[in-house]
């Protein structure tokens, strides 16, 4: 079994501001985790994802996020936001033939 | 441009009618999926094929069916519609099934069922 909890479903952060976007997982097997990203009226769209190679994983639009077994937490992370962040974030993890998503975190931009 | 297509883009459907959405991949991807897209829910899996002739029931499958005759075509059907299906619907596909393949998406069918 496998599933995937976002912790706060809303996040309101200033331009310039870090973005931390938290995503807990549960697994019986090593996992894939994965974060989405979904703008506005659009599809998803993959920002990064994480295959047991490197523990810190650094994905496009300078978001990047850590792998932690011990915590079982693949956190999101951007050390500067921009307006253009402002989307729905999905946390999402693969331990068999299916990804299993988070309910979804949105994130706000204030100028 | 190489992608997924979804039609229609939208719908409003009369409960009881049937209904079929369309997805067209042309990355000649093995695997495809669907998935309905709900407020607090995130995306849930309704069905799945991991390759042409074969498919399988997700975690939501009830009130939906599915066909794979092809590798690039997999539509999605209600039979009869009922109001709880009112969602956003989105098609995927992966190069190949199975663990931590990337899912590529389409832009979705918004389905309002009155």
């Known amino acids: 079994a496998q599933s995937v909890t976002q912790l706060g479903s809303h996040v309101s952060v200033s331009e310039g501001a870090l973005v931390l976007l938290r995503c807990n997982y549960s697994s019986s097997v090593p996992p894939y985790l994965f974060w989405y990203v979904q703008y506005p009226n659009q599809g998803l769209q993959l920002l990064l994802k994480y295959t047991s190679a490197a523990t810190l994983v650094k994905g496009i639009n300078g978001f990047e996020a850590e792998f932690k077994k011990s915590e079982t937490s693949f956190h999101l992370t951007k050390p500067s936001a921009h307006m253009s962040d402002a989307a729905e974030y999905f946390c999402?993890?693969?331990?068999?033939?299916?990804?299993?998503f988070g309910a979804g975190t949105t994130v706000t931009v204030r100028a | 441009i190489a992608g997924i297509t979804q039609a229609p883009t939208s719908q409003i459907l009369a409960a009881g009618r049937r209904m079929t959405l369309r997805c067209t991949q042309d990355m000649r991807h093995n695997a495809m999926y669907w998935y309905r897209q709900d407020l607090g829910l995130g995306l849930r899996l309704i069905h799945y094929?991991?390759?042409?002739?074969?498919?399988g029931k997700g975690e939501v499958p009830d009130g939906y069916s599915v066909s794979r005759a092809n590798t690039d075509d997999f539509p999605l059907t209600l039979a009869s519609a009922v109001p709880s299906q009112t969602s956003v619907y989105f098609c995927a596909s992966s190069r190949l099934a199975g663990v931590g393949n990337e899912q590529f998406f389409g832009p979705g069918t918004r389905l309002t069922v009155l």
């Open positions: 094929s991991n390759t042409a002739g074969t498919t």
């Open positions: 999402a993890v693969s331990a068999d033939y299916k990804l299993s």
